[in-house]
């Protein structure tokens, strides 16, 4: 029972401890879901702030003219020393700003966090800086883009316009096709190939700046050059990042900080949930708690009656009385009532093994008894062995070989092991063979049914046998077959309803005074249905006080 009973609770707890672990899981989840949804909506809002911001510093050499955004939250954007440069709100102190910005806006520094895209050099590719071409330059290097795409390289090279952030045209030439040798296409190509003065002024400006960088850090000489998308390459990424910094700087507005508040002033971020993990463990603590009462409880009332089966059967092992008062309707209660069931059948057995083993040693008492005495009085010389007190002994050493074989046909029958051996057999020709025996038998049909030939004519004897026994001499016992079923009846005393569930049980007889005159050892019905049985056939008993007994067997088809 303890064992039972220490595997409740332990399953107990861990279903408690499952399940506040899965809700802390799930509550942690949702609130973290929570979460990052708020600030993904704040992040994105910021992001479209900050772009829009960048463009501006982009387009503007100052930030006079600037707007902010308007939405749910106050934006204010300042210089890096924090002098106020545009604010959504209105009264803010400078020394209230939060110590950290929420952002810096600065075109040549991108911020990777917000613009997910930026170049590696972090420069915004849209600043076109002293590379700025004019109108008429654009016009002219777009009117040679049209002449060599359309008229020089052919119809295979037609492309959508692509310029660089100050406007000159990129060409892609294919040079597997040869351009025509004109001179509208040689100039074109010429133009388009070669940088104006201003880009050129640039170029060599931003080549000095790079090579100062070089320089300056000891490291060799190097120089830049322009790549096929007119974009400055050089061996020294950082170098060259600082000199386009350095040339692009008076072309854009200053860096600013934004700063994204609430209405108060007070930095708006992510709100850090942190659990209470003292009142999650009390919390856990009174589940668990209430848990194990409610599971101590629960088991107590199960294993009670458990507890009481086993003293039953303790009982039963000692031969005293095993039934048990349990009115459950659950699984334990069937158990009970199947243990009730099992002791009184082991009762019954009991008692039906002591009268057994009563009634064999009654049947074996008489003729050995008669046996003794003749011998004795033999040995005695006070009688003689003669024809007919030798065919007495006879008579009653047949009575106890009967006796033997009837319960080793029994034993076999009990051990599953009489063996048959079926074939056809011709109901009409053993009725005759009875007839002959018994003269009185009137005997009627016939058929050929499947059976072991040796073991039906035990059957059918045994109860033609008992059924002359108790029929009187003006009665009559008849035997006859429908061809489905066997039947024996007779016309004689009969037997009573509370006899009549007994007939089949070994050594039961209707004379309790157990004389030979009015029957045998009673185990000729018992014989009977061991072998009906063996035969996987049934046999059926219908009596009636003063009127006579019918006893009915069915074989299974062939």
Known sequence: ???????????SVLVAICSI???AWLAAQSTSTSIKQELGNALAGDAATYRTLVTFAVEHRDWNGVTLPPGNRRLILTTPDRKVISDTGTNLDPGQLPAVPSAVINPLELDLAQAQDAPADRIDPRIAGPFQLTEREKGSLKQDWELYTRRCIGPAALEELKTTSWGRPIVNVDRTQPAPATDDCLAAEK??????????????????RYQDCVRQRGLPFDSIKMNASWQPVGSNADCLATARRAQLQPYVAPAALLFVTDAAGRTTQATVVKFDVGRIVLVAAIVLVLTVGVSVVVALRMTRPLRTLTAAAERMQHGADAQVDIRSRSEIGQLARAFNDMAAHRARTDAQRKAMTSDISHELRNPLGTIRSWLEGARDGMVELDRTTLTALLDEALVLQHLVDDLQDLALADAGELRLHPSQVDLREMFDQLVAAHPSLV????????ADPVRLRQILTNLVTNALRYTPSDGTVR???????????????GISAEDLPHVFDRFWRADRSR????????????????LVSAHNGTITVESTVGRGTTFTITLPAR
Do not use: P, Q, Y
């Open 443 to 450: 005997a009627e049909g016939g058929g050929v049914v499947t």
């Open 191 to 208: 133009r388009l190939s070669t940088l104006t003065l201003g880009e050129s002024a640039a170029f060599n400006d931003l080549k000095l």
């Open 21 to 23: 672990t899965a809700t």
């Open 1 to 11: 029972m303890h064992s039972v009973l220490a595997r409740l609770l332990a399953a």
């Open 479 to 493: 035997l006859w077959t429908d061809g489905e079923r066997i039947t024996v009846s007779d016309t004689g005393s």
């Open 515 to 530: 004389t030979r005159d009015t029957g045998g050892s009673g185990l000729g019905l018992a014989i009977v249905h061991a």
